[in-house]
């Protein structure tokens, strides 16, 4: 055998090993993706799964009567997966759910500046409320008023969400709104256009007394900025003691919790996390603040998660009396995790403890002090808050 043929056979057989390798790789790969690690045929991702979902479309493709939407069907397939852990705080987003979630969790939002209600008795959309300096306040909208038209469409029957869908399209251009004040009021029509608005987290006020009174109705990006803000008016117009109201806070971002834990919390643990493993992470205060004015909490039953590791802090820290009733008991953190496609997993991965250590998961933080609401439209709760406080 001459040189040359040598040469051409060495060649030939080393792209066949590379041609073999690939081939090995990828069938390693294909088993790595179908086949679980353990487990048997019930697991989510077993051959005998994948193969029952493809019988279950091809009767569906064969029989179905109506149209099917294939997308609608695999997300809920997506979301049963998780479902199937009967866990109520793990779920599964789409691309555009999550995007819709992280709006929230941001505490901004495309609108007018206005909160909308929807009549059961005649599927109308009335506005509750009207936020100061906002386009729907300038544009003479107010609270009562009902939604008829938007730009000539008839939005009678729409949800809040769907009309708040709708308003959003229409950001940064002026839209013709065709309002009725009241039940039985003349139909009239108002220009506005929607801007991309921050939801008011924290509001304040000054009672008699030298009281500050500050509600945080929910702990999202922007609830840490409004706080301080709060807090600085308040300070300017005499605060000397501090009502903090956490009732119907259903939580949000725990990293705002503690953001605000470290401007009124001594210097130590915040809240500390606990995984599968015993992993623990600790949030803590690394100085002390110099914060000591006289503080009430209030909290009620839907007082949870990261407003509960607030109240849970204070109450263990003793740097003030929690009035009340005893919240919901959420003490357990989710995290996102972000598919390959775009879509994202919320799932429960830790458990959380208070500084010392107590787990109020079920449980709840019960109040020093318990007060009934009342549904007269008096507040016997903060009012008690102001006789503790002096």
Do not use: W
């Not at 949000?252 to 500390?272: K, N, T, W």
């Not at 009396?321 to 959420?330: D, L, M, N, S, Y």
């Amino acid at each position: 055998m001459d040189e040359k043929s040598a040469k051409k056979i060495k060649r030939k057989s080393f792209f066949s090993g590379v041609i073999a390798t690939l081939l090995a790789v990828a069938l390693l790969y294909f088993i790595y993706m179908i086949v679980p690690a353990g487990g048997g045929a019930s697991r989510p991702d077993s051959i005998q799964t994948i193969k029952k979902a493809k019988e279950i479309q091809r009767i569906i493709d064969r029989n179905y009567l109506d149209d099917a939407d294939e997308q609608a069907e695999t997300d809920t397939m997506f979301l049963g997966q998780v479902t199937g852990l009967g866990d109520r705080y793990s779920t599964y987003y789409t691309a555009e759910q999550y995007e819709e979630i992280q709006k929230e969790r941001n505490g901004n939002y495309i609108g007018i500046g206005v909160t909308i209600a929807r009549s059961e008795d005649d599927k109308t959309l009335e506005i509750v409320s009207v936020g100061d300096g906002t386009p729907a306040e300038n544009a003479g909208i107010q609270k009562g008023d009902r939604i008829c038209r938007i730009n000539g469409e008839d939005v009678t029957g729409y949800s809040s969400s769907e009309l708040s869908d709708l308003i959003e399209k229409y950001v940064g251009t002026e839209i013709s709104m065709e309002l009725q004040r009241g039940e039985e009021g003349d139909r009239f029509t108002v220009n506005v256009t929607p801007e991309q608005m921050e939801t008011e987290t924290v509001t304040g006020s000054m009672l008699d007394g030298g009281i500050g009174y500050i509600h945080i109705t929910q702990f999202a990006k922007i609830t840490v900025d409004q706080f301080e803000d709060t807090m600085k008016s308040l300070s300017d117009q005499g605060m000397q003691k501090m009502i903090l109201d956490l009732r119907d806070n259903g939580g949000g971002l725990v990293s705002s919790a503690c953001e605000i834990g470290r401007q009124i919390l001594p210097e130590g643990i915040i809240v500390y996390e606990e995984n599968k493993d015993g992993n623990r992470i600790y949030e803590k205060n690394d100085e002390d603040n110099g914060f000591s004015m006289p503080m009430v909490v209030l909290v009620n039953e839907n007082t949870a998660s990261a407003a509960e590791i607030l109240a849970g802090a204070i109450k263990d820290d003793g740097i003030a009396t929690i009035v009340g009733k005893t919240t919901f008991g959420k003490g357990i953190v989710q995290n996102d995790f972000r598919l390959s496609d775009g879509s994202y997993l919320k799932l429960t991965v830790r458990h959380y403890y208070t500084p010392d250590g107590n787990d109020i998961h079920g449980k709840g933080i019960e109040p020093d002090v318990t007060v009934d609401a009342a549904d007269d439209g008096s507040d016997p709760q903060l009012d008690k808050a102001k006789e503790l406080i002096g």
